[in-house]
């Protein structure tokens, strides 16, 4: 790993550049961990089949130039549905407010940075959950996120706020001018009976390499109700490690769909932390994997209370020589009776230099309990493949037909119209150009 | 406008086609019968292109083409149609979707212009007519969760819809009550014409009271061992196939 020193440049100049905070503490104790862990290689169970250390002989660097990207560049990449929503702007991993647009009230939307949040109302909040999924995620790549914690977002949805306007974050990596590393950083709290959808999308400018390597922390209160989106659709030259680390500490309501098309090494850690009885939790991911992309996808669903209910269903297809790597892990804990948590995960495989890794784990500490896993690795259905051919139908076009079809019970799980009938087309042109 | 010469077809090493000749021109309708496992499918899928056969030894020629350099899908695309003997369940894929790509990928592969929204429905209402099929199903996935006849029912709109030059129809009889016989065969007999070739794959003589043949073939063993008028289908309703194949069996044994 060639980065050390510039890291610890970096870091030095960042911890010097203000007053210690809650914030900077952070800072130094994810340095210490990232100083002792380095970034992970394939040695840990968990990064085995995912090597992202030696991306960073890439030397990513940090950008600083926000100014570069302009609003016509956001134009470019606007999800369907944007101008009813809340679009938060990050550039090469930092909240960007004159890009960025707010549609809903104050009193139903709080947005203010990790910083501006730890001098105010909320700064007991800040310090008691920003850091939270450091309990789960104790490898390098995350500890280097939090040794740079700057201008990351706290974004609150008050009680009782039923968000009608989506929020959409997209993060914006400039790679015009230099390999660029984008750590973004934010803690969302969706209070009592609040209600949030939030998606995230990733864009890399320019032909050099990006690197994303983002953490996210969700906490979610009694009676609240979080759809979360995650969209995929970078080019080649963009990686990325991608932690949503969701802490239901209410008896509530979470639904994600996580979707990867494009893309080059990407790792997504997904955490569920179910830490209140009743709780409800939905996981789907797609990915639809051709070229050399590579995706990972963790999830994680710590059922700590009882009588949780937990349902996961990831498809995927990797063409070309792309790899798949999905990782289900369920721990039931002692007290977590009456737990019902499911889990599949269904692959197809069209090429011969395509790779499939699929692991579920389960760890069950709680008697009686009802749980499920399981996993294929198939391929496209030749019978079906022969019927459409027959009637005309050429070959690649049967072949896209059948992987949409693939996709729709995915796909129907992404509830807002405009936003599914984008990823729709997304979902049809990736197919179709080969 | 089709010509099979002495057809050889292997599946995983096995010899299952040992010698086809046939010859069908337009206007005619053949109806091929013999015993299961004659053979008759493997050659409707020979015919179609289907991959998994591969054909060691002879020739087919359709409407001056050779047939078996042709991929499946321009093999339909010059108006080869095989309604399937156990269609396919695909889910996920909407009946009407694809029967309009098929449409269009033939019409663009004829110099056609693609039809738009409108003009399709109005032909699919038309053709929905001419076989007697309910709309619910043509808004459903292909054949998921369709009865039998449902299934079959299908099979004869979408070659209503696709108009094609040969019709080979696997039997489009099996796993039909009366009622159901009886409204697939005259969907069939409404698109016999004189510039169209049908060749009626059965098993039973049943399908032939409904749609009269101009020649029986009867398939035995991989080869054509009798042909002959519609009369031949109703001498083996009344003797069996047992008559020809004795013979058959007698005659390879010599
Ligand atoms: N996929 C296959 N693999 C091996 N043998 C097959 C396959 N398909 C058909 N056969 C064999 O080929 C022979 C002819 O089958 P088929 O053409 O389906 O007969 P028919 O349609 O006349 O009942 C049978 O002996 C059958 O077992
Ligand atoms: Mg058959």
Excluded at chain 1, 172 to 183: C, G, K
Excluded at chain 1, 344 to 361: E, F, M
Excluded at chain 1, 385 to 397: D, N, Q, S, T, V
């Amino acid at each position: 790993m060639t980065n050390v020193n510039y890291f610890k440049d970096q870091f030095e100049q960042l911890q010097d550049s203000g007053p210690a905070t809650a914030i900077t503490e952070l800072r130094t104790d994810g340095f210490d961990t990232f100083n002792k862990s380095g970034l992970p290689t394939y040695k840990l169970e968990e990064w085995k089949y995912t090597n992202i250390s030696s991306l960073f002989d890439k030397e990513y660097q940090f950008a600083n130039d926000a100014q570069a990207v302009q609003l016509s560049d956001i134009d470019a990449i606007r999800l369907a549905g944007y101008e009813q929503a809340n679009e938060l702007i990050f550039v090469n991993g930092r909240f960007i407010p004159a890009l960025s647009t707010i549609r809903s009230a104050a009193s139903q939307l709080i947005i203010l940075t990790l910083e501006e949040a730890l001098k105010g109302e909320y700064q007991e909040l800040v310090k008691t959950h920003l850091g939270q999924s450091s309990i789960y995620l104790k490898d390098g790549i995350h500890a280097l996120n939090t040794s740079f914690i700057q201008d990351g977002l706290f974004i609150l949805i008050p009680k009782g706020q039923q968000l009608t306007q989506p929020v959409y974050i997209y993060h914006i990596a400039d790679a015009r001018q230099q390999n660029t590393l984008s750590q973004p950083r934010s803690l969302i709290f969706v209070e009592e009976n609040a209600k949030l959808q939030l998606t995230e999308t990733y864009t890399t400018l320019g032909t050099a390499e990006s690197f994303t390597n983002e953490v996210l922390e969700v906490v979610v209160k009694e009676n609240a109700f979080v759809e979360y989106y995650k969209i995929q659709h970078d080019g080649l030259n963009a990686s990325q490690v991608g932690s949503t680390h969701i802490h239901q500490i209410g008896r509530s309501y979470v639904h994600t769909v996580v979707v990867s098309l494009n893309g080059g090494v990407i790792r997504n850690n997904l955490n569920l932390i179910l830490d209140a009885a009743g709780n409800e939790t939905h996981l789907y991911g797609l990915y639809l994997l051709k070229g050399k992309s590579h995706v990972d996808n963790h999830t994680l669903v710590d059922n700590k209370q009882p009588n949780c209910f937990s349902n996961q269903l990831y498809k995927g297809i990797a063409g070309d020589a792309s790899t798949g790597v999905f990782s289900g892990r369920i721990i039931v804990q002692p007290d977590a009776q009456k737990t019902n948590a499911y889990q599949s995960n269904k692959n197809i495989i069209l090429s011969d230099q395509a790779t499939i890794n699929t692991k579920p784990q389960l760890e069950i500490f709680a008697d009686d309990v009802k749980c499920s896993h399981g996993c294929t690795v198939g391929q496209l259905d030749e019978e079906a493949m022969f019927y459409l051919r027959a009637r005309g139908i050429p070959k690649e076009a049967a072949e896209v037909l059948l992987l949409e079809a693939y996709a729709a019970d995915i796909l129907v799980q992404i509830k807002p119209e405009p936003l599914r009938n984008h990823i729709a087309e997304l979902i049809y042109e990736h197919l179709s150009i080969s | 406008m089709l010509s099979i010469k002495n057809i050889h077809a292997n599946i995983e090493g096995k010899e299952i086609l040992k010698g086809i000749n046939l010859e069908i021109k337009a206007g005619e309708v053949h109806a091929i019968m013999g015993p299961n496992g004659s053979g008759k499918s493997t050659l409707a899928s020979v015919l179609a292109g289907r991959e998994e056969y591969e054909v060691t030894e002879g020739e087919v020629t359709f409407l001056e083409k050779d047939l078996l350099e042709l991929s499946t899908e321009d093999r339909a695309r010059e108006g080869l149609f095989l309604a399937f003997q156990y269609p396919v369940e695909i889910p996920g894929v909407s009946t009407t979707n694809f029967i309009k790509a098929a449409v269009n990928e033939k019409r663009k592969y004829q110099g056609e212009e693609p039809l738009d929204a409108v003009a399709f429905l109005k032909i699919m209402k038309q053709k929905m007519a001419l076989v007697e099929i309910d709309q619910s199903l043509l808004s459903r996935s292909i054949n998921e969760g369709f009865s039998g006849g449902e299934k079959k029912r299908n099979e004869v709109f979408q070659m209503a819809m696709l108009e094609p030059k040969l019709a080979i129809l696997d039997e489009t009889d099996s796993g039909l009550d009366i009622d159901a016989l009886r409204i697939v065969a005259n969907g069939i007999n409404k698109l016999r014409n004189e510039n169209r070739a049908i060749l009626l794959i059965t098993h039973y003589q049943r399908l032939l009271d409904y749609i009269q043949p101009d020649y029986v073939h009867v398939l035995y063993n991989g080869k054509i061992v009798k042909s002959g008028t519609k009369e031949l289908a109703l001498e083996l309703e009344d003797k069996g196939y047992d008559f020809i194949t004795d013979e058959a069996d007698l005659a390879a044994s010599l």
